[in-house]
């Protein structure tokens, strides 16, 4: 059973920073994607940023250069570094997995945001301007 857990959540001005983790156990996939999502309210959920078993990452247009995704050493802790917080990443933000079948690539196939099987249960973050 995957179990995704979501913390650093929290109210910012705009500006400011803040770093989410994602406590990640009951997963053994060798190939897979890890990422974070977001959700504000009355909009869609969009994909933030994700990365695969290799290290290989891949960012939303609206956050290149300021947020950054990253592993622990034993791959079942995710970060997502953000920085340069703007009013518009007001969100929950959800961590979220999947596997990655030997027939596709991982970093296209996490590139692409899509199929994701296990979700956290979020976590707010605030800017304020």
């Known amino acids: 059973q995957v179990h995704l857990v979501e913390s650093g959540g929290g109210s910012v001005q705009s500006g400011g920073s803040l770093t989410l983790s994602c406590a990640a156990s009951?997963?053994?996939?060798?190939?897979?994607?890890m990422g974070w999502f977001r959700q504000a309210p009355g909009q869609e959920r969009e994909g933030v940023a994700t990365?695969?078993?290799?290290?290989?990452?891949t960012y939303a247009d609206s956050v290149k250069g300021r947020f950054t995704i990253s592993q622990g050493d034993h791959k079942n802790t995710l970060y997502l570094k953000m920085n340069s917080l703007k009013p518009e990443d007001t969100a929950m933000y959800y961590c979220?997995?999947?596997?990655?079948?030997?027939?596709?690539?991982?970093?296209?196939?996490?590139?692409?945001?899509?199929?994701?099987?296990?979700w956290g249960q979020g976590t707010q973050v605030t800017v304020s301007s």
């Open positions: 009951g997963y053994t996939y060798r190939r897979y994607c």
């Open positions: 979220a997995a999947r596997y990655v079948p030997a027939s596709l690539s991982a970093g296209v196939t996490c590139g692409r945001f899509t199929n994701f099987e296990y």
């Open positions: 990365i695969d078993q290799d290290g290989s990452t």
